[in-house]
C-alpha cells in the first residue's frame, strides 16, 4: 500500500466540543480551504491512475456528476457530459419538463434586471409539469448513447419511478432540502426509500441541499463528506453491502474536487462550474432549485460568465491558473501525488488542518489578482 493512513485524531478532533455559551456546545468542522492533502511516500503516474466510479452497473470514466440545475442542464449539455465521461442529471421539476421549448424561458431569465429576478423565476416556474415531456427528454440524451440521470422531488419520486426506468434513465436522483430515511408528517405520505429502491433496478442516490443563510442549516463539506463516509463504512461492516458517497456543492476549483474524495466521496456532483461553461443552458447564469419557492425563496440568480468549454472544464486543455479547468486532470494529478492507484485508495490520504494553505507564499498573486490570488 503506498498510501498513508489516516493519522489518529486528537481528542478534539474526534468529537471534543467548544463551549458556545452555558447552554450550547458545538463540534468544529471543517470546509475545503481550512484543509490540505499530504503527499504519499510514493508517488504514481497520472495517467496510469484508475479515477472511473461505478454506481450499480453504470461505470463511468469520470467520477464527475453535473447537477440537477436549470441554469447547467439541458438534453444538449447532457449529451456532452456523457460523451466525456460523466453523467448529467436532468432537473424533472424544471424547465425542461414544464416548456416544450425553454429557450425563450431560459433567455428572459438571462437577461432580466436583477431587482426582478426572483418574482420572474417564480412566476416561470408556475408553468405545470408535462408528464410526456419527461419521457421525451430522457430519450433523447439516450439517442445519443450516453448515459443521464434525472432528478425528482420526493413528493412526485414513486409515480414517476417506472416512467423513468422504461424511457431509459441510468439514475434516479431524489433531490429535497433535506433527506432523511424517516420523516414525520400528518398531513402528507412519507417517501419510501426501501420500497422506491425496491421497485427499480437502476440506482437510487438521495441528494440534500441545506440552505444555510435562510434557514441556517449546513455542515461544511470536509466533515459532512467524512461523516456520511463512516456512516457508509459502519454499513460496510454491519450488512456487508458498499453504498456510494457523492459529495454535492461548495466545490470552486480542481483542489475543492480531489480533497473532496480525500475526504471519503466515491464521486461528486458539480453545478456552478459547469454553469460557467459554453455548453450550459443558463447563458452564464445559475440559480438554486430552492430559488422559485413561492413562500420561501432561497437563492437567487448568479452570474458565472461564460469561461471555457465543457470539455476544456472537465479534460483541459486549461487556459486559465486558477483550477477552474481541467479537473480531471488536477483530480489524476493528485492521486498520483498523494500515490493513490484508484479513488478507494485515494480516499486514505491523510489530510492536515491548513488554514493557511490558500495564502500561504501569494502574496503577490493576490497583489495582482493572478492564479489562486483571484
Known sequence: MSVRAPVKPSAFEAGETVELGRFKRARRAYGFDEVALVPGRVTINPEEVDSSFQLGILRLAIPILAAAMDGVVDVRFAVEMGRLGGMAVLNLDGLQTRYADPTSVLQEI??????????????????????????????????????????????????????????????????????????????????????????????????????????????????????????RETWLHESGRRVQVITDGGMRVGGDIAKAFASGADAVM?????????????????????????????????????????????????????????????LRSAMGVCGANDLREFQQTELVIAPAIQNEGKLFQQAQQVGMGT
Open 110 to 231: 438571462a437577461e432580466a434586471p436583477r431587482e426582478h429576478i426572483n418574482a420572474l423565476l417564480q412566476k416561470v416556474y408556475q408553468a405545470p409539469v408535462r408528464e410526456q415531456l419527461i419521457g421525451e427528454r430522457i430519450t433523447a440524451v439516450k439517442r445519443a448513447q450516453v448515459p443521464v440521470g434525472v432528478s425528482s422531488v420526493p413528493a412526485h419520486a414513486s409515480r414517476r419511478a417506472a416512467l423513468v426506468q422504461e424511457a431509459g434513465a441510468d439514475c434516479l436522483v431524489v433531490q429535497g432540502t433535506v433527506l432523511t430515511a424517516r420523516h414525520i408528517s400528518r398531513s402528507y405520505e412519507q417517501l419510501s426509500f426501501e420500497k422506491l429502491c425496491a421497485s427499480l433496478s437502476i440506482p437510487v442516490p438521495g441528494a440534500a441541499c441545506t440552505t444555510r443563510g435562510v434557514l441556517g442549516v449546513g455542515v461544511p463539506q470536509v466533515t459532512a463528506t467524512s461523516d456520511v463516509a463512516a456512516a
Open 270 to 330: 458539480v453545478g456552478s462550474i459547469f454553469a460557467g461553461t459554453t455548453d450550459a443552458a443558463g447563458g452564464g447564469f445559475h440559480w438554486g432549485m430552492a430559488t422559485p419557492d413561492p413562500n420561501l425563496p432561497r437563492g437567487t440568480r448568479i452570474k458565472v460568465g461564460r469561461r471555457g468549454t465543457l470539455r476544456e472544464v472537465l479534460l483541459g486543455p486549461a487556459r486559465v491558473d486558477d483550477g477552474t479547468q481541467n479537473l480531471v486532470g488536477a
